[in-house]
Structure formats: structure tokens, C-alpha cells
């Protein structure tokens, strides 16, 4: 089996900056498209970035200027770093991955806060 461990979620001040990972580990032959999600209390998970295998990203456009994904496959991990951090950006954020070409997989998300 394959599990995705995300780390580096926390509280931060309003325009300050956190660094997301996501580890994955077990079976893995190959990653494919990788992004992260997130959820609010009361709102629905939102599709925040994505990275190709080859490196090819897409933001959502709350996010654009701000954010930027990338990932070290020699590592099977995935990064988010996010600027200018906002409250509105307060959420559970999750990874996601498909592994050897057709399986999906989640982790179990890192919190954010973002408050004064």
C-alpha cells in the first residue's frame, strides 16, 4: 500500500509564509500528477495546485502570485510553499497523487491557520 504523510501546516501571522510536504512511501514504481488540496469548516475541498510528472503546474486563481508547487521525485515528495498568506487561506490541506499510472491516493492533511 502506498501512504502519502503531509507535514509543515501551523499557525502563522497574516502575510507570513509556510512550507507544505508530502512524503509518499510503500509500493511505489512510479508518481504521476501530484497537488494539494484544501477544505474550510463549512466549505468544500477546492483543488488548489497540481504538477505533472514533467513539471507542468496550475494554480487556482485565489492562489496565483502566491503559491508555488513542485515536487523532488528522486524523493516521491511534493511541495507547496505558500507567501502572503491571508485568514481566507485558513484550511485542512491535503495531498494527492496517483501512483503506477491509475491509483489514487490522499493523506490525511496538515492544518493551517492564518490569524493575528
Known amino acids: 500500500q502506498v501512504h502519502l504523510v503531509e507535514s509543515g501546516g501551523g499557525l502563522v501571522q497574516p502575510g507570513g509564509s509556510l512550507r507544505l510536504s508530502c512524503a509518499a512511501s510503500?509500493?511505489?514504481?512510479?508518481?504521476?500528477?501530484m497537488g494539494w488540496y484544501r477544505q474550510a469548516p463549512g466549505k468544500q475541498r477546492e483543488l488548489v495546485a497540481t504538477?505533472?510528472?514533467?513539471?507542468?503546474?496550475n494554480y487556482e486563481d485565489s492562489v496565483k502570485g502566491r503559491f508555488t508547487i513542485s515536487r523532488n521525485n528522486a524523493k516521491n515528495t511534493v511541495f507547496l510553499q505558500m507567501n502572503s498568506l491571508e485568514p481566507e487561506d485558513t484550511a485542512v490541506y491535503y495531498c494527492?497523487?496517483?501512483?503506477?499510472?491509475?491509483?489514487?491516493?490522499w493523506g490525511q492533511g496538515t492544518q493551517v491557520t492564518v490569524s493575528s
Open positions: 504538477i505533472t510528472r514533467g513539471g507542468t503546474t
Open positions: 494527492n497523487a496517483y501512483v503506477n499510472t491509475y491509483t489514487n491516493y
Open positions: 510503500g509500493s511505489i514504481f512510479s508518481i504521476n500528477a
